[in-house]
Each structure stands twice: as structure tokens, then as C-alpha cells.
């Protein structure tokens, strides 16, 4: 089974930039469509971006279009949430799912069968 494991969260200033970085161990990432969900305090998990294994299109919630970019590298077996503008709303624990050969229903936390431990994004106002 692949395993996932989140890298690069932390506190930062509203209007700052992070890099998330989700990083596959145990098999290669290729045949994974990999999607970043974020779960803040109180709330349920909410769908921010997925890249489609097939052909490396994307998808974002409306709330982070044009802020957030997210890229895979498969030679380094990782995705990448790049984030910029940061918001005191997109404070939240980050988390990378993994769904093998999906195209459908990307935007849907069903879709995806593995996680990882999650990265806390803080940023303040």
C-alpha cells in the first residue's frame, strides 16, 4: 500500500505563502489521482484541490481558485500544494488522499481510500 505523509505546514501571516508537499513511500504515485482536503476546528473535511492521474488535470473548491496551485512530480513520487494569499479562513489541518485510477467524483472524500497524517496550516490575521 502507498503511504502518504504531509510536509511544510506552519504558522504564517494573512496574505503570506506556503508550500505543502505530500510526499508517496511503498509503491509509485502515477497511477493515483492525489487531492488535498482540510479539515478546520468544528468543521467537517472539505475538498481544496485534486490532480487527475490520467492527464494531470486539476480541480479546486471556488475558495481557493487562484490562490492555491497544486503540480505533481512523479520522478519524485510527491504533489505539491503551493499557497499563496493565505487567509485567516484557510486555517486548518491539510491532508493529502490518495484514490488508485480515479477520474470521477474527485471532489468527493469517499473517492479516496488512503490518507495522510495531515499538516496544521495556521495563519493569522
Known amino acids: 500500500q502507498v503511504q502518504l505523509v504531509e510536509t511544510g505546514g506552519g504558522l504564517v501571516q494573512a496574505g503570506g505563502s506556503l508550500r505543502l508537499s505530500c510526499a508517496a513511500s511503498?509503491?509509485?504515485?502515477?497511477?493515483?489521482?492525489i487531492g488535498w482536503f482540510r479539515q478546520a476546528p468544528g468543521k467537517e473535511r472539505e475538498f481544496v484541490t485534486a490532480?487527475?492521474?490520467?492527464?494531470?488535470?486539476?480541480y479546486y473548491a471556488d475558495s481557493v481558485k487562484g490562490r492555491f496551485t497544486i503540480s505533481r512530480d512523479n520522478a519524485k513520487n510527491s504533489v505539491y500544494l503551493q499557497m499563496n494569499n493565505l487567509r485567516p479562513d484557510d486555517t486548518a489541518v491539510y491532508y493529502c488522499?490518495?484514490?488508485?485510477?480515479?477520474?470521477?467524483?474527485?471532489?468527493?472524500?469517499?473517492?479516496?481510500?488512503?490518507w495522510g497524517q495531515g499538516t496544521q496550516v495556521t495563519v493569522s490575521s
Open positions: 488522499g490518495r484514490a488508485p485510477w480515479a477520474t470521477e467524483r474527485l471532489t468527493s472524500e469517499t473517492t479516496y481510500t488512503g
Open positions: 511503498g509503491g509509485a504515485i502515477t497511477i493515483y489521482t
Open positions: 490532480i487527475r492521474w490520467t492527464d494531470g488535470r486539476t
